[in-house]
């Protein structure tokens, strides 16, 4: 039971920090599982695998014209990353709140139970009926494990939901601007130098957040 509820703790602080590592590193190549140590770990996609369609070059008249996009900045003001890791700490919140409270009546429990059996003050049909009330509270805690793997498995998809709604929203509003626009992030450095100029990063966020500002206005009207 301790085993359980140390365990929970640990994967809700990992589901909500895997977050951001899956927007930053913005690659349909790999998803990830929930091992049963508790540890988050990438996979190879199969069959049985949610798949990412591949955003297919256009072909457009070259441009010769470079741009690049800095992930930190899409991490801190995207609407939608911002509602997806408040939305996941609630989660986080509550599932604490549960593993915290059965913590403690499964510890009054039994320290109750083992009293009982030390003192032979109770009847046998009290100390099973205890032990029951004590495996009730071990089921729950095994409940909330399930839910923290159904919310850890849930943040990987809305996350590659995000990333695949990113590289279609890029292709449709590129429309030939640009013959290449690359990511920079600070966390993982793979250009070294850019010209301010190239760096769409600004506008980019503004139409993403408009368009999903949109959609969720449109999505409360069908509600």
Known sequence: MNKILIGLNVLLVAAVAFLFYK??????DTDVSVKQDNTIEPIKKDKDIIKVSSINSVSTPVTGKIAFVNIDQINEQSTEVNDL????????????????????????????????AKAGIRSQADMEALA?????????????????D??????NEKNTAFQEGLKQFLAKWNNG?????????????????????????????ENVNAEYKNRKSSSKIKK
Request: hydrophobic content about 35%; cysteine-free.
């Open 132 to 148: 029951k009330e004590i495996q009730t509270i071990e089921r729950e805690a095994q409940n909330k494990q399930l839910q923290m």
């Open 23 to 28: 927007v930053n590193s913005l690659s349909s």
């Open 177 to 205: 601007r640009f013959d290449y626009i690359l990511t920079y992030s600070n966390a993982i450095p793979s250009m070294l130098l850019g010209n301010a100029s190239l760096d769409i990063t600004k506008e980019v966020i």
């Open 150 to 155: 159904n919310l850890s498995m849930s943040i």
């Open 85 to 116: 890791v408040a939305e996941a700490k609630r989660s986080k919140t509550n599932i604490e709140a549960s593993v915290e409270s059965l913590s403690i009546k499964y510890q009054t429990k039994m320290e109750e139970y083992q009293a009982s």
